[in-house]
């Protein structure tokens, strides 16, 4: 794995050393993407890897009986070729001398906040970035449904009977269920009130209270054992502007059906993973010109569908 070489410039592990489960800041900031698109550490940049074809890992008509005398029937695997390519992403923070030097009485440590802000940049790039991909109802035609009543229509919606259905068609072209499904916390919170969905948990297809209804128990309703859930938003205000403007990164509109891929094994099938040449790295340089330290966050990844058959999007979520 490539590390610091520019001179001058040196490793800060007791400041990366807080990122080492990248997992944590994730799941603080509301990010899910990489429980979706999981990272796969590679040691190239770039490279070739064969991917197994759905209908190889299905299709098996041949006699399997054996005659005497006679061997076994065989076969054997289709792959196809796949690339990837890692590119490296960083943001820095400037620690200027005079700002610490007026900002110091109050004990702040401005090296560890400006690693969060460095770190936190990278995180929400990647976290819109794998939304996008996920939410791709464009890209997906035949794989995108539209629910006939939105889910904050409480009375009427019927998200179970939906995403049941979006399961079906998911095994229908994939050959095997779901594993994970992903929404925004807002989609979240009208579903729990549907009266369908109390329904399901009043008459006993969970255990769970329906006031405190819980991802645990839609993973039961809807038979999808990982249901992920984000609360990550994102400013969209113009650069100078002085006031936030706050955006959900999951867009409330889309509800994503996938199967995200098991372990490191390329060969299993999954809609994405996230390959790193070289995983975070928080580092630190002068820059005398400004007065200041500079604090670099950076990595080297790709985000990267694998097979594209194993998602489903259901679309028309909300009013």
């Not at 490296?88 to 690693?115: H, K, P, V």
């Amino acid at each position: 794995m490539p590390s610091p070489t520019s001179p001058g410039t040196f490793s800060r592990p007791d400041l990366g050393q807080a990122y080492e489960e990248f997992d944590l800041m994730a799941h603080v900031n509301g990010f899910v993407g990489l429980r979706l698109m999981p990272m796969t550490s590679t040691g190239l940049q770039a490279g070739t890897f064969s991917r197994v074809k759905i209908q190889s890992l299905l299709k098996d008509d041949r006699d399997v009986k054996r005659a005497p005398g006679a061997g076994y029937n065989r076969s054997s695997w289709e792959f196809e070729a796949d690339s990837f390519a890692c590119e490296e992403r960083g943001a820095e923070e400037l620690l200027d001398d005079r700002e610490r030097a007026a900002f110091g009485f109050t004990g702040i440590r401005f090296d560890m906040l400006s690693a969060d802000r460095a770190v936190a940049a990278l995180m929400r790039n990647l976290e819109v970035e794998i939304a996008t991909l996920c939410q791709n109802a464009a890209g997906f035609p035949t794989q995108t449904t539209a629910v006939g009543t939105e889910w904050d229509t409480a009375a009427t919606a019927t998200p179970v009977n939906d995403v049941l259905a979006a399961r079906e068609s998911f095994k229908s072209q994939v050959g095997i269920y779901p594993n994970g499904i992903v929404l925004s916390e807002k989609v979240m919170t009208n579903v729990v009130q549907t009266a369908e969905v109390q329904d399901y948990v009043k008459y006993g297809a969970t255990m769970d209270d329906p006031r405190t209804l819980a991802e645990s128990a839609l993973a039961k309703v809807w038979r999808i054992p990982n249901v992920i859930v984000s609360s990550a938003v994102r400013s969209t205000a113009n650069p100078g502007q002085p006031t936030a403007v706050l955006a959900d990164i999951w867009d409330d509109e889309f509800v994503s059906l996938i199967h995200i891929p098991q372990g490191d094994d390329l060969r299993s099938v999954g809609f994405g993973r996230t390959f790193a040449f070289q995983e975070l790295v928080v580092e630190q340089y002068r820059e005398e010109k400004l007065r200041s330290d500079v604090i670099r966050a950076r990595f080297d990844i790709q985000v990267k569908t694998i097979h594209t058959e194993a998602i489903h999007i259901l679309s028309n979520i909300t009013t």
